[in-house]
Every structure is written in structure tokens, then in C-alpha cells.
């Protein structure tokens, strides 16, 4: 098939990779406008644009993809199906009605569980054993849409939602190819959602991030590792914000109040609700990622020093 692929961070690399290599035609890329990074601020392609200026293919940049340029152009192409993979608009009808086969779409995790921009980060954070991907067919609702097919796929006890978003965008990319030659075989079949089991997950925000020294153990160590490597878990140290790697639940530790420090065997701990917990790498402002223990070395880390709580409200 003819297809214009709908993507814009690093993780739909795969899926464009996988189809690349099925035999289908990549005809365009559509991705979100050059935007600025870095201390310069210059702008920057996204990496499915990048991917695409590297193997001279066309890419379409619209701010919105209901821009009448935007729409013409599609037409023109006429693509029998369009491909998303974390385009990061809202696609209108208008849109969607262009491709013989509409725009399907690849969402990480069990639908109807977890629809929104961050499943895998909501999946880590409440504690899911299992999740997976879906393909489906993208409709003007909220990932509302049929399903053609599902995959799944362990959380596991150490998992950062970087860990988890990578096996799956990885296998995710093998489904997608999956249901695109179903399609051009004639024999995909989509199912409607289910009306149970319906879950949302809106985007992880920074004030999301904050790590919450009140709530038990368990619910700490979730959530830094749902906000590892983004949007980063942090939490306040003499004032100023602190970023923190995945930490690790211990148990038998010694009783301390919520945020109370503790250093102790060449390792730091925190307190919780319950149990303390080991941090792991600790980055303060303007300064590279360390060890806890050499963080606590660098900030002559004292008696009765803390991480501010942070609020479960």
C-alpha cells in the first residue's frame, strides 16, 4: 500500500523502520513543525522528520492538520492508509475520510485501559502488571476507535516507563506491520472497544513529577520511575528542586519521618509513609546525574537534613 506515515518522537522510529522494510510504500511522513531546542534555541527536525530527510522523502510539517494546504496535499497523494504513531494532534474528519482505509493507529497500551498521551507512564505509575498495544482504527473520539489487533507485555518490578515504552514501541512496530498487510489483504477486522475497563491517562505533568514523601513506599518508587526519563521525578532540598533516578524499597530500614535523609553504609535513605526507600542517581540544579552517595558527599549532606514531603493532594 501507499502510505503517509503520522509521527513525531524518537519511539515511532521503529514503526517506521518495520514498515519500511514490509514492502509498503512510505510516500510522505506527517510530523509536528520544527521546533526549538538547546541553549540556541535554534530549531530542530523531529526524529520521524529526520528519518524521512535522510531517505529523500517528503515530509509535511502543518501546524494543524486541518491547515487547507495541509489537506490539498493530502489529497493529491491520496495514500490508501495512514499510519500514526505519536503524531501529537488531533486529526479532523475532514482528514481521516482522505485515505481509502482511514489513518490507524498505534496506542501503547490494552484498550479501552489507558487512553490518552501517557498510557505507559499511568501504567507504571498505578501499578499494572501486564499492558501491551493496540491498533486501531483513529476516529474523532479520544481513542474511541475499533481495534485490529493487540499485543501484550510484563511490567516489570524495575520498569521506568523509558524501559517499558521501548520493548513495546519495538513490538508495537511488528503489530502495526501486521494489521497494514491484513489490511491490504483484505482480511483485517476491526472490533468495537469494550464499554468496561475504560481508564484515562492524561499527560504526566512536572507538578505530576513532584515525589510525594508522604504516600507509602510502593507509591514513591512508582512514581519515579513512571516519570523516568520524562518529564524527570524531583522533589526540594534546601530550597532549590532536585531530580531523581529510580529508588529501591527497602523494607527493613530504619523508621523514618516522610523526606528525613539518612546516610548510612555508603548508601542514602528517604523516608515514606512506610518503609524507606534507597535513592539512585541524584541530579542537582546546573550539575550532572550522581550517586546518591556522591551527592551526599558534594552537599556535606548533615543531621536532620530532609527533602521536603510534598503533597498526596
Given at each position: ?13 521503529p ?29 530542530v ?11 529523500g ?41 482522505v ?23 499511568h ?115 534546601r530550597g532549590?528542586?532536585?531530580?531523581l ?38 541530579r ?30
Amino acid at each position: 500500500m501507499r502510505l503517509i506515515f503520522a509521527g513525531t518522537p524518537e519511539v515511532a522510529l521503529p514503526s517506521l523502520d518495520a514498515i519500511a522494510a514490509s514492502g509498503h510504500e512510505i510516500v510522505a511522513v506527517l510530523t509536528r513543525p520544527d521546533a526549538p531546542a538547546g541553549r540556541g534555541r535554534r530549531l530542530v527536525r523531529s526524529p520521524v522528520g529526520a528519518w524521512a530527510d535522510e531517505r529523500g522523502i517528503e515530509v509535511l510539517t502543518p501546524a494543524r492538520p486541518r491547515e487547507e494546504e495541509f489537506l490539498a496535499r493530502l489529497a493529491d497523494i491520496a495514500p490508501d492508509c495512514v499510519p500514526v504513531v505519536a503524531y501529537g494532534a488531533l486529526v479532523p474528519q475532514v482528514a481521516l475520510d482522505v485515505p481509502a482505509h482511514g489513518w490507524i493507529n498505534l496506542h501503547f497500551s490494552l484498550l479501552p485501559a489507558w487512553r490518552g498521551a501517557a498510557p505507559v507512564q499511568h501504567a507504571v505509575l498505578h501499578g499494572d502488571d501486564m499492558t501491551g498495544a493496540s491498533v486501531f482504527q483513529l476516529e474523532a473520539g479520544l481513542d474511541t476507535g475499533p481495534v485490529f489487533g493487540t499485543l501484550t507485555e510484563t511490567v516489570r518490578p524495575t520498569d521506568t516507563s523509558g524501559d517499558l515504552l521501548g520493548r513495546l514501541a519495538v513490538a508495537g512496530g511488528g503489530l502495526l506491520v501486521a494489521v497494514l498487510d491484513a489490511i491490504a489483504a483484505g482480511t483485517a477486522r476491526a472490533v468495537p472497544q469494550p464499554v468496561d475497563g475504560i481508564s484515562l491517562a492524561p499527560k504526566v505533568t512536572v507538578e505530576d513529577a513532584q515525589v510525594r514523601w508522604d504516600e507509602p513506599a510502593f507509591a514513591v518508587d512508582r512514581r519515579v520511575r513512571a516519570c523516568t526519563p520524562a518529564p524527570g521525578a524531583w522533589t526540594e532540598f534546601r530550597g532549590e528542586r532536585v531530580k531523581l533516578g529510580p529508588v529501591t524499597v527497602v523494607p527493613d530500614g530504619p523508621a523514618l519521618k516522610p523526606g528525613d535523609l539518612l546516610v548510612a553504609r555508603n548508601r542514602v535513605l528517604c523516608g515514606t509513609a512506610t518503609a524507606p526507600v534507597a535513592l539512585g542517581d541524584v541530579r542537582a540544579a546546573g550539575k550532572k546525574a550522581m550517586s546518591a552517595a556522591d551527592w551526599a558527599r558534594g552537599a556535606r549532606l548533615g543531621d536532620a537534613e530532609r527533602f521536603e514531603p510534598g503533597s498526596t493532594s
